[in-house]
């Protein structure tokens, strides 16, 4: 298991701690639960991670918004 500098959660969570926390080391990044952090981590590269970050950024409606926005 990789050890990470600092783990983070969205800003959005409201609190209700059902969220998914970030962790960064230098070459890897970690994606825990966070109300289950011993069941372990997702660890991917970081190559791996930008191109998971880019795809959503080319989702139509952008994630995290209740209704998709549509340009006219």
Do not use: Y
Not at 10 to 30: A, K, L, P
Not at 39 to 66: C, E, H, N, Y
């Amino acid at each position: 298991m990789f050890e990470f500098f600092s783990w983070r959660r969205s800003s959005r969570t409201q609190g209700q701690g059902q969220c998914v926390e970030v962790g960064f080391s230098e070459s890897r990044i970690g994606l825990r639960d966070s109300k289950n952090r011993p069941a372990g981590q997702l660890t991917v590269g970081r190559p791996q991670w930008k191109a998971f970050l880019d795809m959503i950024k080319r989702i139509p409606g952008r994630v995290g918004r209740s209704q998709p926005s549509h340009r006219r």
